[in-house]
């Protein structure tokens, strides 16, 4: 029996394969997005996350498997404008306006938003007749923002959309972005900005190796990870002493400052005050996604999920 939600997909990737050379950056991704899902895709570098993106896009072609967009192929959703994409790759000309590139953008598209509102919606017009050669960083960002806007979409594909923006523009950027999806648009993002994802995805789909490797909201992720994590200035511990307390899973150091991922937080806690009393700023608190995302995708996570 045919799958309902497969069926009325915004997004299905099936047995979804991509190698360049020996390097198999995509490996069998099965992945199926609802309409109206803001989906954050998460990976460490080279976990395959930008590569999946273009194959959904259409700018790259899978070795293997299929993807549809709202029923159709890639390039024909994003044809009909039913796809808005703002990624790493690619850029416009430097000699051209603000108002001009959206405007080239509206231009392709059928059903497009006036230039005016893409703008708006950006929060560019303060610099709209501004070359783009000229912007800052962030300025940029919310150019490409406005671009993937204007055909309207259903369907907006964001890699690292808040790149090179400060605290003050992502926030601006992600208001736009929860005015946007109050429509029950679609939004798939990748980021390693992890706070982002946490607070403002439904789902999140954790890629490692170009391997899925878990998926489910942001509370279910944390949940593949037991225990918690203690932070706390150590003076003099060395990294690998603190790998070796009891009921620690990992650690990471930052000059004095560890932290500690573990199953056993108590036991850990006794021996680590044990052994250096000196430490201080010490705290405990349950997995947040960023612990689970450095706990799940390290080198030697092997079979956890």
Not at 44 to 64: R, S
Not at 140 to 145: A, E, Y
Not at 214 to 236: E, F, H, L, M, Y
Request: net charge negative.
């Amino acid at each position: 029996m045919d799958d309902p939600v497969a069926a009325g997909a915004a997004v299905r990737l099936s047995g979804l394969r991509k190698s360049f050379g020996e390097v198999r950056a995509v490996r069998g991704v099965e992945l199926t997005v609802a309409p109206g899902e803001v989906l954050a895709l998460l990976g460490p570098n080279a976990a395959g996350k930008t590569t999946t993106m273009e194959m959904l896009l259409g700018l790259t072609t899978p070795d293997a498997g299929e993807v549809t967009v709202f029923g159709r192929t890639p390039r024909r959703a994003t044809a009909e404008g039913l796809v808005g994409a703002m990624l790493q790759s690619g850029g416009f000309l430097g000699e051209m306006t603000a108002r001009e590139i959206v405007g080239v953008m509206a231009a392709q598209y059928p059903g497009s938003l006036r230039v005016a509102d893409a703008l708006a919606r950006a929060g560019v017009e303060k610099y709209a007749k501004a070359r783009y050669g000229g912007l800052s960083g962030g300025q940029k960002q919310r150019v490409r923002f406005a671009a993937a806007l204007v055909c309207d979409p259903d369907l907006l594909v964001l890699d690292e959309p808040t790149v090179a923006m400060d605290v003050a523009a992502r926030a601006d950027f992600w208001a736009a972005m929860r005015e946007y999806t109050t429509g029950g648009r679609t939004v798939i993002f990748a980021t390693h900005y992890l706070a982002e994802a946490q607070e403002f995805a439904d789902r999140v789909v954790l890629m490692r190796h170009g391997e899925v490797i878990a998926d489910g909201s942001v509370a279910a992720i944390c949940a593949k990870v037991d225990g918690r994590t203690i932070r706390a200035n150590v003076p003099g511990a060395a990294l690998a002493e603190l790998r070796r307390l009891p009921g620690v899973g990992s650690a990471e150091t930052r000059g004095e400052r560890a932290e500690l991922h573990c199953a056993d937080s108590d036991a850990a806690l006794r021996a680590l005050l044990a052994a250096w009393p000196a430490a201080y700023d010490v705290s405990v608190t349950a997995m947040s996604l960023e612990d689970a995302f450095v706990v799940l995708t390290a080198d030697d996570a092997g079979e956890r999920v």
